[in-house]
C-alpha cells in the first residue's frame, strides 16, 4: 500500500481534502472506521444515472469519481456562485442531508446488529438507491452549468490530484447533447 501512495495510486485525503497519512487508514473491518464519501458516490451515480461519462484515456478514467466528487464537494455551499437556480442547490443540500442521517440511524445500526443480507439489501433498494436518485436529479443541474461555463478550470484539482490540468474528466450528458469535457470520448 505504502507503495501505491508513492506512486499516486491511492487518494488520501479526509472528508475536507486535506492529505492524510497511511497511518490512518483503518486498522479493522469495523464501520466506526470507515466513512461514506459521499461527494466521490455522486460521481459514481452521476455516471448510472447517465449525466455523466468517463472518456477512454487513461486520465479520464483515474479517478473520475473522484474528481467530480471534489468539483460538488467545493461547490457545496455555492460560494463560486455556479447553482444556476438556487432551489436546485437548496433541494440537493436536503437530499444530501437526508443521506447522511440514513447513514447514522439506520446504516451503521444494521451493519453493527449483525443485520441479514436480505435487510441490508432492502434497506439499499428503499432507501439508499432512492437517495441517490434524487440527489442526482438536483446535482445535474449543476453538472449542467458546469458544462456550458466558459471557465472550466477546478480550484485545487490540479494540485489535489496531481493532474497538468484543472479540467474535469469525462463529459456531462444532458439527454438533448453531448457537452465535451476535456478529452475525447466515444
Keep these: ?4 501512495l508513492c506512486r499516486g495510486w491511492a487518494f488520501m485525503r479526509d472528508p475536507d481534502y486535506t492529505r492524510i497519512s497511511h497511518k490512518l487508514l483503518p486498522k479493522t ?4 472506521e470507515f466513512r461514506n464519501d459521499v461527494y466521490r458516490s455522486m460521481g459514481g451515480f ?4 447517465k449525466v455523466l461519462k ?36 437548496r433541494g440537493w443540500k436536503s437530499v444530501l442531508k437526508l443521506i ?10 444494521l451493519v453493527e446488529g449483525n443485520a441479514s443480507t436480505e435487510e441490508k439489501l432492502l434497506f439499499v433498494q428503499e432507501k439508499v438507491l432512492p437517495s441517490y436518485g434524487m440527489l442526482i436529479y438536483y446535482l445535474r443541474y449543476l453538472c449542467y ?20 490540468h484543472s479540467v474535469l474528466p469525462g463529459k456531462v450528458l444532458d439527454g ?4 465535451w469535457g476535456s478529452s475525447n470520448v466515444v
Excluded at 447522511?100 to 445500526?109: K, N, S
Design 100 to 109: 447522511g442521517q440514513f447513514d447514522e440511524d439506520f446504516l451503521i445500526p
Design 46 to 49: 452521476a455516471r448510472k444515472h
Design 176 to 179: 438533448r447533447r453531448e457537452i
Design 1 to 4: 500500500m505504502v507503495d501505491g
Design 145 to 164: 452549468e458546469y458544462a456550458d461555463s466558459d471557465e472550466k478550470d477546478v480550484d485545487g484539482l490540479r494540485r489535489i490530484f496531481g493532474v497538468n
Design 54 to 89: 468517463r472518456g477512454k484515456t487513461l486520465d479520464d478514467k483515474l479517478f473520475f469519481e473522484f474528481r467530480w466528487g471534489y468539483f460538488f464537494w467545493l461547490h457545496r455551499a455555492n460560494e463560486f456562485e455556479l447553482w444556476g437556480d438556487d432551489r436546485n442547490h
Design 29 to 32: 473491518f469495523h464501520i466506526q
